[in-house]
């Protein structure tokens, strides 16, 4: 387990995560015309929408709650049925689901 | 020499002792406890996906539905809910502080920090309650069809109607009904006064109506105001179920969180973990309520921002 000096490294992981959401909560309150456009069956503000989140999810994962000092085999444990089942769960409902409108 | 400590370690393994995750049993059992419920909370947060590309072109726009502020008039979209999110943010931060403190079993800087958390988790659960009140009390009112289609009021000019705009007038201060219930005869003859007033369904893409369509939706149909599981005024009877079994659930996780936070910081009054000799709990119930975080990172960019 690498150990940090001091507590520096908290407040710059709050510093970013409070920044991403500052952008978001602009973005979300401007919505600037250009990044409407369609993109990905949805538009291009979602997209970035998207993007920030997982960021900060990571930021939150890795370093509050320290998956980025753990072993590499509790590593895979942790991420590998996250990240393979939740897209995949994600995939089906929103793929198969465009049934629901035949 | 790497290969020779390898190789020590391998042989030592059926002698039983080694720990191949460098991670301790309870720690182990609550990362597998979170990863469990974070499929949980995807699965919720994908069939909420899953209804809202069903009905894309009418579902209610989150921006046109919290748009409360604490002290402050009119539409103010985004900025409540910002508000949670930073006070959930902090109490993750102070937190990794408390876990911090406890690896140096620095027993004052744990108990200062815990309290810190618990007293953020608090706020939150507190926002959160605010938020249901006003979700559930409604704001504007609506049409719902004798097809339970739920339409709104617009005047010419394409501005929203609350119900008391429609019935007392446009004088400033009725921009909400402000808890007055209406009846469907003082709203249907209302809007027969006014011959400009038509209704349009929620949404992006939400269909608009003639005045007299309106007046024959209404005449057949019933009024609104508020939201429960069966009827919302701001949409699809769906948009207000997932709202309040996603931010439900959430908002569970952040009370029992406080509970098992109350819980530890406890005993780290009493001094169990000085005692004990590490302040491994601390660092267990940490990860819950970071993940508690986490969840809503989520449930506040897929409810609020998309």
């Known amino acids: 387990m690498a150990e940090q000096v001091g507590t520096w490294w908290i407040w710059k992981v709050f510093w970013i995560l409070l920044i991403i959401t500052g952008v978001e909560v602009i973005l979300g309150i401007i919505k600037p015309e250009f990044l409407l456009g369609a993109f990905l069956g949805t538009s291009i503000l979602n997209i970035i929408f998207i993007i920030l989140t997982l960021v900060k999810a990571g930021y939150i994962v890795q370093i509050f709650m320290h998956v980025k000092y753990e072993k590499k085999a509790l590593k895979y444990a942790l991420y590998l049925p996250s990240l393979i089942l939740i897209p995949y769960l994600t995939f089906i409902l929103l793929t198969e689901g465009t049934y629901l409108f035949t | ?306």
């Not at chain 2, 609506?142 to 010419?156: F, G, K």
């Open chain 2, 1 to 306: 020499m790497a290969l020779d400590t390898d190789l020590v370690q391998d042989q030592n393994h059926w002698g039983g002792g080694s720990r191949p995750l460098e991670a301790r049993y309870g720690k182990l059992m609550m990362w597998f406890f979170l990863l469990s419920d974070a499929l949980t909370f995807s699965g919720f947060l994908t069939a909420y996906g899953l209804m809202r590309f069903k009905y894309e072109s009418t579902w209610p726009i989150a921006e046109n539905v919290f748009t409360h502020f604490p002290g402050l008039e009119g539409d103010q979209p985004l900025l409540y809910v910002a508000l949670m999110t930073f006070i959930l943010i902090m109490s993750s931060v102070t937190m990794v502080l408390a876990v911090n403190a406890g690896e140096k079993m620095n027993r004052k800087a744990v108990t200062n920090w815990m309290l810190w958390t618990i007293v953020g988790g608090f706020i939150f659960v507190g926002s959160q309650a605010w938020e249901w009140y006003h979700f559930i009390m409604g704001d504007s009112g609506a049409i719902e069809t004798s097809r339970q289609e739920i339409l709104h009021v617009y005047n010419a000019e394409g501005e929203r109607l609350s119900f008391s705009q429609l019935v007392h007038g446009m004088e400033e201060g009725h921009a909400s009904n402000h808890g007055e219930t209406f009846s469907k005869a003082e709203v249907l003859s209302s809007l027969e006064k006014n011959k400009d007033y038509y209704m349009k369904e929620p949404g992006k893409l939400g269909e608009a109506f003639s005045h007299q369509q309106s007046l024959d939706f209404l005449a057949s149909g019933d009024v609104v105001q508020g939201a429960n599981m069966i009827h919302n005024e701001y949409g699809r009877k769906q948009f207000a179920n997932f709202f309040f079994f996603i931010t439900g659930f959430h908002g569970f996780h952040v009370f029992s969180g406080v509970i098992i936070n109350f819980i530890i910081f406890y005993n780290v009054l009493l001094g169990t973990y000085e005692r004990r000799g590490h302040y491994r709990m601390v660092e267990k119930v940490g990860l819950y309520w970071h993940f508690v975080d986490l969840v809503w990172v989520f449930v506040f960019t897929f409810f609020y921002l998309v």
